[in-house]
């Protein structure tokens, strides 16, 4: 059966002047028909057929390495955009490449009852969905607004598009997660599908879809302060110029290499943390594991058992999840992106450089088989220090193959 037009429309306006349930109020809109009333198993019916159709055809994710590319490489697969060289799916790699890729930032924090520690391997503080959508050369209907109302209509006409419409919410907010396991400002970025009968169909990167009341996603999605109901979503098929790519994928490792190697401003960062982030982070980190003696030396601040146990569980972690970080620290996936990038016109002396990061993914999985958070608080020091020596190893081949990756860009966008 054919839906009407504007059907959420007509279905929330009547749902205003009635008080029935989303389902209740489109099931009646669905039921119009001139000279003849629909019975209730063609009610049924329709409403269901309606439910399908609204669905739009959406990959599942597979071999996810980082969260945000792999979630705009579905969104950009079911929008039909295509590499402008193959004609496949822009994959994941690229995205995540041409999003900033590969950073570094450790930072630990400590409270009343717990010290928390944070290590971030992907590209950061940079905001990575805005660089990956600046960079990707495709359209993208962007918006935020701090009214609830206007959110919806969004929402509606991205899914009325038939298109998957991204939103970002706060993750202690979504009703599935333990509001106490997580920071309050935490925030995820979530597909919104489709919609079945009175929920909404989430894709949260779990390999199946999660329905949500509109009301709950509309409270998590509020919950957001700076981007309160941000969305985006891909309204055309048309892709990118493989010349635009290759100009972006520069720029994108241009940026990449100088916050690694500490030439490029952060953005937002006061100048004392930058000792926190890129290579110097890293062997500021290995300073830290190293010090016995100091406050601000791991040994002193992880001296408490049930602290040292949270503390490097959380490293752990930030390391394996794919979020932040990923396998390898996400370097075997910055390998494949400057293998693809290669490809790219007048690229191809990046696919050199490739190797360099594929070594550089083993180092880091040796680094996160190292940690054990159930160490002895008494062999606490001994572990800290053999993770600060792979960490230096670390440091030294991220330094040589960053700078040889920069003066291979550089040497590429030469006038």
């Given amino acids: 059966m054919a839906q009407p037009k504007n059907l959420k429309k007509l279905t929330r306006e009547r749902m205003d002047r009635t008080g029935e349930s989303y389902t209740t109020a489109r099931k009646h809109i669905l039921s119009i028909k001139p000279g003849r009333q629909l019975n209730s198993v063609e009610v049924a019916l329709a409403a269901a057929a309606a439910e399908e159709a609204e669905l739009p055809e959406y990959p599942a994710p597979e071999n996810v390495t ?33 999003a900033g890729g590969i950073g570094f930032m450790a930072f630990t924090f400590q409270y009343e009852s717990i010290t928390t520690a944070t290590v971030v391997t992907r590209a950061h503080p940079e905001p990575y969905t805005s660089n990956l959508l600046a960079r990707v050369g495709v359209k993208a209907n962007e918006r935020t607004t ?111 290499t100088g916050r690694l190697l500490g030439t490029r401003e952060l953005q937002g960062i006061p100048t004392h943390f930058a000792k926190n982030f890129g ?35 959380q490293v752990l972690g930030f390391l394996t999840d794919t979020r932040f970080g990923g396998l390898g620290g996400l370097r075997g996936q910055y390998a494949d992106f400057l293998t693809e990038a290669s490809t790219l016109p007048g690229l191809t002396a990046l696919g050199l450089r490739a190797a360099d990061y594929a070594h550089l993914a083993q180092d880091w999985i040796v680094f996160t088989d190292l940690i054990d958070p159930e160490v002895s608080p008494d062999d606490r020091s001994v572990h800290f220090a053999t993770l600060a020596d792979q960490l230096e190893i670390i440091a030294q081949a991220e330094e040589l193959a960053a700078t040889a990756l920069a003066q291979t860009v550089a040497g590429l966008i030469q006038p």
């Fill in 279 to 313: 290579i110097a982070g890293m062997n500021n980190w290995a300073d830290r594991l190293r010090d016995t003696d100091t406050k601000k030396g791991w040994t002193r601040i992880f001296e408490d058992p049930e602290r040292l146990e949270s503390g490097l569980g």
């Fill in 66 to 98: 980082q969260y945000d590319a792999a979630l705009w490489h579905r969104v950009l697969t079911q929008a039909g955009v295509t590499h402008p060289m193959t004609g496949e799916p822009l994959s994941e790699a690229l995205l995540a490449g041409l």
């Fill in 146 to 256: 701090g009214s609830d109302r206007l959110a919806a209509e969004y929402l509606d006409a991205g899914l009325d598009a038939g298109r998957a419409v991204v939103v970002r919410a706060s993750v202690a907010a979504l009703p599935w997660i333990d509001g106490d396991a997580v920071e309050e400002s935490d925030s995820i970025d979530l597909v919104v599908v489709g919609e079945h009968g009175d929920d909404l169909l989430i894709d949260d990167g779990s390999g199946s879809l999660t329905p949500i009341s509109p009301e709950d996603l509309a409270i998590a999605r509020a919950k957001r302060k700076k981007d309160k109901h941000w969305q985006a979503w891909i309204p055309a098929s048309t892709g990118p110029t493989a010349e635009l790519l290759s100009a972006n994928v520069c720029a994108a490792i241009e940026q990449t």
